[in-house]
């Protein structure tokens, strides 16, 4: 089939459009459905993010179709992990502790790591006690060492210093 | 008016460090709010009571001025043409201005902040700026983030950090990205070992307009692809590094194109000028791949008279949904064409104007 824009080139875009009840059906070349915009609103250029979850997610549902298990669902939301391995979304913040244990390898494999460091809500959940913190900092400033990367050693090594003198006062 | 075609975004004002090269900055925090099923399992009845809530938190803002003062509006009372705008100026995204059910977007005065709601998190508190200012960007979306956050609780975990509906944004919740122009780069065949270098520094990269690697008008969209295990200072210093590094390589081969090719770089920047000058019918295709020839003749010193500022602006109001917007009517393509011919060419020539009266 021909672009019906510029009949000259193939149509790989197939639009439907419902408006004020009437369904037009447009059939455009990549090129003609950018030009009118369409393709803009239809479809979010591709991620090499969003790709590499699904191709995480995909490994994962096709190893739990072989061998099923018990079926894991959030009794918040009801979203099962099967579902969230096909929409790639959680249902509600509860499915993190919920899925845990099947999150966690994913996280890491995603992010190289697992715990959160950073801004904390000033109300609401309560942050991570200082010797926690420092107790992870400290983990991290032994591998950036072992990574060689000293510019990151040196700061984390200012952070460490920081917390101790803070909580050294209190 | 939210969107509205007669004014810039901030980011749009193509001043700062380094807006040679980085065209703009963008800051963005995902976030949640605690006891709500993410959007995509909301009901009507959840959308409307955090939009209630939200109204709240906006309602305590304090003494702003127009350009500060944020406001709310339901994308559902936009009309498509403003929602496209706002997709344009980079305000939202795509999958966001289909979303009439419960979608909406709260946007600063300046549009240096756009907070869009109930897209894949309930927030996703966005800062743009212009050039390259990741950290005034990530402390105004910090400020913001303590704004909202007087109203609602979100849902925080000590160990995961803010949860987020896809967990590649758990954590920080810290999208940073900075958008360069890398005509030189590109011209020299180096973009896609650069491409690669970044995406194993684990980073993402991705073309502004065209598709896929294709990367129309030489502009890029580079961002960190962590957001758990590193701080928000860190994701952002490791960008800006990274970016640095980048500005060096550009700077190094446009340095390179000028010595070794001096005139077929002019002969090529002059050409895109006068197409712009001079053409009838231009598709977006075409205009974007000319400005781009241009913006880089504008920073090597060959044409003069123009600034980063009005190229950028050129580049959005010559989009779809702005031109229609700029016409207030529905356009087909060949008349989008025509419009755009047009408006590059009046843009371009009282550019000229205001260089020769002025110098
Ligand atoms: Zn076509
Ligand atoms: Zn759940």
Redesign the interface.
């Known amino acids: 089939m021909l672009c019906q824009?510029c009949r000259k080139r193939p149509a790989t875009v197939h639009v439907t459009k419902i408006t004020d009840d009437q369904r037009t059906e447009m059939n455009l070349c990549?090129?003609?459905a950018?030009?009118?915009?369409e393709?803009?609103?239809?479809?979010?250029?591709?991620?090499?993010?969003?790709s590499?979850?699904a191709g995480l997610l995909a490994h994962e549902a096709s190893r739990a179709e072989r061998r099923p298990v018990a079926e894991d669902r959030c009794s918040?939301?009801g979203?099962t992990y099967q579902q969230f391995t096909k929409?790639?979304?959680?249902?509600?913040?509860q499915c993190?502790?919920a899925f845990e244990t099947r999150?966690e390898p994913?996280?890491r494999r995603?992010?190289?790591?697992?715990?959160?460091?950073?801004?904390?809500?000033?109300?609401?959940?309560?942050?991570?006690s200082r010797r926690d913190e420092l107790a992870m900092l400290r983990h991290e400033l032994e591998m950036c060492v072992r990574r060689e990367e000293f510019e990151?050693a040196a700061?984390l090594r200012d952070r460490i210093r920081e917390l101790e003198q803070r909580s050294g006062e209190s | 008016m939210a969107g509205s075609a007669n004014r810039l975004s901030k980011w749009m004002e193509g001043t700062g460090p380094f807006s040679d090269i980085v065209i703009s900055c963008r800051v963005r925090l995902a976030r949640n709010v605690q006891g709500l099923p993410f959007p995509h399992l909301m009901q009507d009845s959840q959308a409307e009571d955090l939009l209630q809530r939200l109204r709240q938190a906006l309602a305590n803002q304090g003494a702003r001025s127009a350009d500060h003062r944020m406001t709310l509006y339901r994308l559902r009372d936009l009309a498509v043409l403003d929602r496209h705008v706002l997709v344009e100026k980079h305000l939202i995204s795509p999958q966001h201005a289909r979303n009439v059910a419960h979608g909406a977007v709260i946007l600063r005065g300046d549009e240096a902040v756009s907070v869009l709601v109930n897209e894949e998190d309930h927030l996703r508190i966005q800062c743009l700026f212009p050039a390259l200012q990741l950290e005034q960007a990530w402390q105004l979306a910090s400020n913001v983030d303590d704004l909202l956050e007087r109203k609602l609780e979100y849902a925080f975990s000590p160990d995961r950090g803010y949860l987020t509906a896809c967990p590649t944004n758990v954590g920080t919740g810290l999208r940073a990205s900075v958008m360069l122009h890398l005509p030189a780069l590109v011209m020299s065949n180096q973009a896609g070992r650069l491409h690669s270098s970044i995406v194993k520094l684990g980073f993402m990269v991705r073309g502004i307009y065209g598709e896929g690697t294709e990367a129309l008008g030489n502009i890029f969209q580079f961002s960190n692809q962590i957001t758990l295990g590193r701080s928000e200072v860190d994701i952002i210093e490791n960008l800006r590094s990274v970016t640095a590094q980048i500005i060096e390589q550009e700077r190094s081969a446009r340095e390179l194109l000028r010595k070794e090719m001096r005139h077929q770089l002019e002969d090529r920047v002059w050409r895109a000028y006068g197409i712009l000058t001079h053409a009838r019918v231009l598709s977006s295709a075409e205009a974007v791949q000319l400005l781009s020839d241009v913006r880089l003749g504008k920073d090597l010193g060959i044409l003069t008279g123009l600034t980063s500022a009005g190229l950028t602006e050129l580049l959005v109001m010559t989009r779809p949904g702005y031109l229609q917007k700029l016409a207030d009517r529905q356009l087909s393509a060949a008349e989008r064409d025509v419009q755009r011919a047009r408006l590059i060419r009046e843009k371009l020539r009282a550019a000229a104007a205001g260089a020769t009266s002025s110098g």
């Not at chain 1, 393709?39 to 969003?50: A, G």
């Open positions: 824009e990549e090129i003609c950018r030009e009118l915009g393709v803009e609103l239809l479809t979010e250029p591709k991620f090499s993010l969003q590499l979850l918040n939301c979203l929409a790639g979304r959680l249902g509600c913040s993190y502790a999150l994913l996280l995603i992010h190289g790591a697992t715990a959160h460091t950073g801004k904390v809500p000033a109300q609401g959940a309560r942050p991570r990151r700061e």
